[in-house]
């Protein structure tokens, strides 16, 4: 199994700040990892695709990059609307699609 | 438009059956994998499975296996993720999602309580 490690599993910033959060596989992965924004109350948003694509519609203030192993998640400016929960998801092989255990951004 | 439209939320008891539905609409529901998560109260997002709805392959992650059925009806363009026997471990929401990975559903909530 694919394990994904995702830290860290909460961070406080300012309104703002640059916010990076890294997600390491167990394995190789190539490009293939998703990035998702979840809301309270809300389905999963998809905002990076094959590691660092942004998926239309999507701030240009998010932001991807990484292969093989380790990938890291960028939020350059944070925003108050920003406030989330973000998951990394390997899909290389489905159907196990790891998603890793979450980082919580809040506002300092 | 595409659309993903779950069933309503489900009050079960331990012991019963259950079988919640995805609806997709505004694509060729056949052409795309139909994936299922799992999100348990307060906790992390868990992939279930996945059934490709134009000839009903059907795989299922390691710790799902066994545990539930993924099916689909390709006439009316719905996939289902069914239970036999639920446990009150079973509890959370479920969301179904496009392959691309970038449409889902709203959620189904399922609560199982004696």
């Known amino acids: 199994d694919i394990q994904m490690t995702q830290s860290p599993s909460s961070l406080s910033a300012s309104v703002g700040d640059r916010v990076t959060i890294t997600c390491q596989a167990s394995q190789d992965i190539s490009n293939y990892l998703n990035w998702y924004q979840q809301k309270p109350g809300k389905a999963p948003k998809l905002l990076i695709y094959?590691?660092?694509n942004l998926e239309t519609g999507v701030p240009s203030r998010f932001s991807g990059s990484g292969s093989g192993t380790d990938f890291t998640f960028t939020i350059s400016s944070l925003q108050p609307e920003d406030i989330a929960t973000y998951y990394c998801q390997q899909y290389d092989n489905l159907p196990q699609g790891t998603f890793g255990g979450g980082t919580k951004v809040e506002i300092k | 438009e595409v659309q993903l439209v779950q069933s309503g939320a489900e009050v079960k008891k331990p012991g019963e059956s259950l079988k919640i539905s995805c609806k997709g609409s505004g694509y060729s529901f056949t052409s795309y994998w139909i994936g299922w998560v799992r999100q348990m109260p307060g906790k992390g997002l868990e992939w279930m499975g996945i059934i490709y709805p134009g000839d009903s392959d059907t795989r299922y992650s390691p710790s799902f296996q066994g545990q539930v059925t993924i099916s689909a009806d390709k006439s009316i363009s719905t996939a289902y993720l069914q239970w036999s026997s639920l446990k009150a471990s079973d509890t959370a929401m479920y969301y179904c999602v496009r392959r691309d990975f970038d449409y889902w559903g709203q959620g189904t909530l399922v609560t199982v309580s004696s």
């Open positions: 094959d590691a660092s």
